[in-house]
């Protein structure tokens, strides 16, 4: 018997989730009903939970790729900036150096005008362009020269020296020191058809031939320490080109100067007020100006006193002089203004004779050493001017060598020319010589005196330019 009220429900299919589903009564199709709606929600709600987690997930980490990839892009460009500002310095400074070495460039050693020049001169008169000695030297007299008369006429066409070194002694008033020195060219012209080099120490300060004479009429320059301490590179520039006026009004187209030597030693009395200072880069800087000031007056200036003077303490005028520098601090320190001077095209640069034992392993003078000659200044350092040695006459080389020996030394070291020998004749003698009986190639003589004549060309063209006439030779 049947319950009233209750009967079977034939129930209909649904699709719940993509599936069919067949409700057996009404109870279990309303429950079914109340829990899908809850099942849906649920899905939706943890659907939009991933989804934010997901955007949370994604946003965290183009942030931290974004800053990493600012923070790299900073730093990359930063320090780009720093690299190309420093390349951008050293470029200009190449630059700088490029277009300095151009205007002194001069003529070329190896062109067929100094080939031409060459061919025409025989052994005697090479050897003896090598040569720059005092007036007195030259004409064998003890007695002051204070003219280019018969006598000096006389020597020279006997031995046609490369230049004259005039002495304040020689130096008496404007006007016989241009005489002199016309009359000088006036006889190198006739002789060898090429101008004479003179030369003169003219530092400033303590050491000037010129302007230390009241009756020249020029004003003392400072000492070289002073103008330094300044740290100004336009008094150096003005200082120059001072001297460098007078020198060239009165006739002389080289200066021994500017002092390069870098102070290391405080006692070092003979440079210490000669130098520039004991920064190696102010050094470099000063000489540079002063050296501008000077060759825009068509002087000449030498570097001295290669490789570095102001380690030591003793006086290489009086006897042998030692430099104790590591390779190291002479790389650092006294190089640095020679290195300068090399790579701006510099004509003249002196060497001392200092000794370097632990640069060389020996005590042998810098003039006289090829190790410092060709080695260093040649080889490692590229230098392609005129290499002149210090005074012969010093104690630190007629002390330890004969005037000959000292100029054949100091040839096959590769010095192109030979200061003031203690007895030029013997020197001149013992050379021509040791070429005559192969102890010294000519072809080693023919390259020193390629790079005289190529000087002497660019001085005829000054002269020639600013229509120089020589007067008449004093007799």
Avoid: C, W
């Amino acid at each position: 018997m049947r319950k009233q009220g209750t009967r079977k429900l034939q129930s209909s299919p649904h699709y719940v989730d993509g599936r069919t589903m067949q409700y057996r009564n009404a109870q279990h199709h309303n429950q079914i009903a109340s829990v899908a709606p809850s099942r849906r929600f649920a899905a939706i709600l943890v659907a939009i939970i991933a989804i934010a987690l997901l955007a949370i997930s994604m946003f965290a980490a183009v942030s931290v790729m974004r800053s990493h990839f600012f923070n790299v892009s900073s730093k990359n460009y930063v320090s780009k900036k720093t690299v190309n500002s420093a390349d951008v310095a050293k470029k200009l400074e190449a630059l700088k150096k490029a277009r300095k070495k151009q205007a002194r460039q001069g003529i070329d050693p190896n062109s067929i005008a100094v080939k031409n020049v060459l061919s025409k001169m025989s052994l005697e008169d090479k050897v003896a362009q090598m040569f720059i000695v005092k007036p007195e030297e030259l004409a064998g007299t003890y007695g002051t020269v204070v003219s280019s008369g018969s006598q000096m006429q006389q020597s020279f066409n006997s031995i046609p020296v490369g230049g004259i070194m005039y002495s304040r002694e020689n130096i008496q008033n404007p006007n016989q020191t241009q005489q002199m020195i016309s009359g000088l060219q006036s006889i190198s012209e006739s002789r060898v058809s090429l101008p004479s080099l003179v030369a003169v120490d003219e530092e400033g300060g303590t050491v000037a031939r010129v302007s230390s004479n009241p009756q020249m009429g020029v004003k003392s320059s400072p000492n070289m320490k002073d103008i330094g301490a300044t740290k100004k590179t336009r008094k150096a520039y003005k200082t120059g080109a001072y001297i460098g006026n007078y020198l060239s009004n009165l006739g002389f187209n080289v200066d021994f100067a500017p002092v390069a030597d870098v102070i290391t030693n405080p006692d070092n009395k003979l440079m210490i007020k000669r130098s520039f200072g004991s920064n190696a880069s102010l050094v470099a800087n000063m000489t540079d100006a002063f050296t501008d000031g000077l060759q825009e007056n068509h002087v000449f200036a030498t570097y001295k006193h290669f490789p570095g003077h102001g380690s030591t303490f003793e006086d290489s005028h009086k006897g042998a002089t030692v430099s104790n520098q590591s390779p190291v601090a002479l790389r650092k320190i006294d190089l640095v203004p020679f290195k300068d001077a090399i790579d701006t095209g510099v004509k003249f640069i002196m060497v001392s004779h200092v000794s370097y034992p632990k640069i060389t392993g020996d005590d042998i003078p810098a003039s006289m050493s090829e190790k410092i000659v060709t080695g260093l200044a040649r080889k490692k350092l590229g230098y392609k001017g005129i290499l002149i040695s210090d005074s012969l006459g010093m104690g630190a080389i007629s002390l330890r060598y004969s005037p000959g020996v000292a100029a054949i030394t100091g040839i096959k070291a590769g010095i192109d020319i030979l200061l003031s020998p203690a007895n030029l004749r013997q020197a001149y003698y013992s050379v021509v010589n040791a070429v005559r009986q192969g102890d010294i190639p000519e072809s080693r003589i023919d390259e020193s005196v390629k790079r005289i004549i190529a000087v002497k060309l660019q001085i005829a063209q000054q002269l020639k330019s600013q229509n120089v006439k020589d007067p008449k030779i004093t007799k």
